[in-house]
């Protein structure tokens, strides 16, 4: 293979995935009319665009836009028949009239509680019957369900649930068919599947397990491990945003990634055949999925996760970016809501990041004479903040100061406590007092994180309002290039003398307190 095959970039995919997230994009926020509007649109630039060769014959990039526009077109046609069918659906009709119906509905992920808004939760589900005096409907599609949290709280995706409650329309602009109010327990609850049964009792028992972790530990733990964040206070969530840490509680790429790793390191280190840790790492995947949860967020960061490690572990950048592209278009063909979905947004622009812009970076430091573990540190938090931080102020409104010193700092210790808390997840299964002392180990890695992350949120300043939506994005994005610009003109120094103030600021001042704590 020529050297500088991995520095090539395999960019064909590209704008078919552009192609096809901004087909459903403007569907999902302009409706049918709008999706049917595209197609004739695409249809008949295509349609010219053909004439015009037949004519004048084949040009350079005649084929390939070609190609393009009619992708772009069955795109729209898919997600116009998608909306279409929300736009007729009987439940938006009662939705729009605020109607009290019963609902049989099937669960789709964990109900969780809503920070703020008393004891209640929310819980995604799919229609299966809508009820009412003189008919039962038939029918399939999204809601959401606010609910009391009592009766609520330990259902199991997977069960099928009665419920009476006041239908709205959605929050937000997706194909979810109705927000649904309720103001008791479901009527009615069926069972759940096997496989949810066993995902639920394992997370229960690791749970159990890291509850002899102090309590900020233990409810970070299963966080970190599986994105159960049930037990974790309100403070170190409020402490990781601040610090932009929130991404390490949230089941993401880079817990993919990481599992993935220590699985493929380890078929390595026994010498397994390469088809045989093909398989092997598939397991662990579905594994890993079934757990955390299928949930399209789950199922998002597997891919994602997927893609990343095909561009970090085995360094073949021109493959990761096909399969980066060819990951979007299939997780929007399969759940086409995921187009206006902020976290598929940082997920993907991340995951870009890290193999357009982190590898770069990482040659550029180590030709200046870093050491490549640190190089790789800096590199990938560096241009992981770089790419999301429009993207988070224009979510959010804020942006974090300490974002990456916070993530270059724990960086080291994110792998061990993955990998160690997925293992102890495990041994839970079997026995959960062998697991309690499996879980020691990742009590100073964990101690870390928690403290890294108070210490950065008690920083004034670490936090920084911008404003929300597009305004936010620029100003983030203009404040972004000029760092850049500088960085580039004085040079790498600059960078690490950053990192070391930031390190100073964040970590200087917690020795006594958090050693005391420790002990």
Same mark, same amino acid.
């Given at each position: 293979m020529p050297d500088d095959e991995p520095r090539l970039l395999d960019l064909r995919l590209l704008p078919f995935a552009g192609m096809c997230w901004a087909a459903t994009l403007i569907g999902i926020l302009g409706g049918s009319r709008a999706a049917w509007v595209l197609v004739a649109t695409l249809s008949g630039a295509a349609v010219l665009l053909a004439a015009g060769r037949a004519l004048r014959g084949p040009g350079r990039w005649t084929a390939a836009t070609l190609a393009v526009l009619l992708f772009g077109s069955c795109c729209a046609a898919g997600v116009a028949w998608r909306v279409q069918a929300v736009e007729r659906h009987p439940m938006t009709e009662l939705a729009r009239n605020e109607t009290w119906v019963t609902l049989v509905v099937t669960l789709v992920d964990d109900p969780r509680e809503i920070a703020g808004f008393g004891r209640h939760v929310l819980v995604n589900a799919n229609v299966v019957e809508i009820r009412r005096a003189t008919e039962t409907i038939h029918?399939?599609?999204?809601?959401?369900?606010?609910? @009391?949290?009592?009766?609520?709280?330990?259902? =199991? +995706?997977?069960?099928?649930?009665? =419920?009476?409650?006041?239908?709205? @329309?959605?929050?937000?602009?997706?194909?979810?068919?109705?927000?649904?109010?309720?103001?008791? +327990? @479901?009527?009615?609850?069926?069972?759940?599947?096997?496989h949810q049964r066993w995902a639920g009792a394992l997370r229960a028992r690791f749970a159990a397990a890291a509850a002899v972790l102090p309590a900020d530990e233990a409810g970070l733990l299963p966080g970190l491990v599986v994105g159960d964040t049930s037990a974790l206070s309100r403070v170190v969530k409020d402490d990781f945003t601040a610090t932009g840490l929130t991404h390490l509680t949230a089941v993401s790429g880079a817990n993919v990634s990481i599992l993935l790793g220590a699985v493929l390191l380890l078929v390595r280190a026994v010498g397994l055949d390469p088809r045989?840790?093909?398989?092997?790492?598939?397991?662990?995947?579905?594994?890993? !999925?079934?757990?955390?949860? +299928?949930?399209?967020?789950?199922?998002?960061?597997?891919?994602?996760?997927?893609?990343?490690?095909?561009? =970090?572990? /085995?360094?073949?950048?021109?493959?990761?970016? #096909?399969?980066?592209a060819a990951g979007v278009i299939a997780l929007l063909a399969w759940s086409p809501e995921l187009a206006v979905n902020f976290g598929f947004v940082l997920s993907a622009t991340a995951t870009a990041?890290?193999?357009?812009?982190? #590898?770069?970076? !990482?040659?550029?430091?180590?030709?200046?004479?870093?050491?490549?573990?640190?190089?790789? /540190?800096?590199?990938?938090? !560096?241009?992981?903040?770089?790419? /999301?931080? +429009?993207?988070?102020?224009?979510?959010?409104?804020?942006?974090?100061?300490?974002?990456?010193?916070?993530?270059?700092?724990?960086?080291?210790?994110?792998?061990?406590?993955?990998?160690?808390?997925?293992?102890?997840?495990?041994?839970?299964?079997?026995?959960?007092?062998?697991?309690?002392?499996?879980?020691?180990?990742?009590?100073? #890695? =964990?101690?870390?994180?928690?403290?890294?992350?108070e210490r950065g949120a008690r920083i004034p300043g670490a936090s920084v309002a911008v404003p929300s939506g597009p305004a936010g994005a620029a100003i983030v994005l203009g404040a972004v290039a000029a760092l850049g610009v500088t960085l580039r003109r004085r040079g790498p120094r600059l960078v690490l003398a950053g990192i070391a103030i930031g390190v100073l600021v964040l970590w200087a001042p917690v020795w006594p307190s958090s050693l005391g704590r420790l002990v």
């Open positions: 029918s399939g599609g999204a809601v959401v369900v606010l609910a @009391p949290a009592e009766g609520w709280l330990g259902l =199991l +995706p997977g069960q099928d649930v009665v =419920l009476r409650g006041q239908a709205s @329309p959605p929050r937000h602009r997706d194909l979810s068919l109705a927000t649904v109010r309720v103001s008791g +327990p @479901p009527a009615d609850v069926g069972p759940a599947p096997p045989a840790g093909a398989a092997l790492a598939a397991a662990a995947l579905i594994a890993f !999925v079934v757990i955390a949860r +299928p949930s399209p967020s789950v199922l998002r960061a597997a891919a994602m996760g997927s893609v990343a490690l095909l561009a =970090l572990v /085995t360094g073949r950048r021109k493959q990761a970016m #096909p399969a980066l990041g890290l193999i357009v812009i982190a #590898p770069v970076w !990482v040659d550029m430091l180590v030709g200046r004479g870093w050491p490549r573990a640190v190089a790789e /540190t800096v590199a990938v938090s !560096v241009a992981a903040f770089a790419v /999301t931080a +429009p993207i988070v102020a224009a979510m959010a409104g804020t942006v974090s100061l300490v974002s990456v010193c916070a993530n270059i700092l724990v960086a080291p210790v994110v792998g061990v406590i993955t990998v160690a808390g997925a293992i102890t997840a495990l041994i839970a299964g079997v026995s959960v007092p062998v697991a309690e002392v499996v879980v020691r180990v990742t009590q100073w #890695p =964990l101690w870390w994180l928690v403290t890294v992350a």
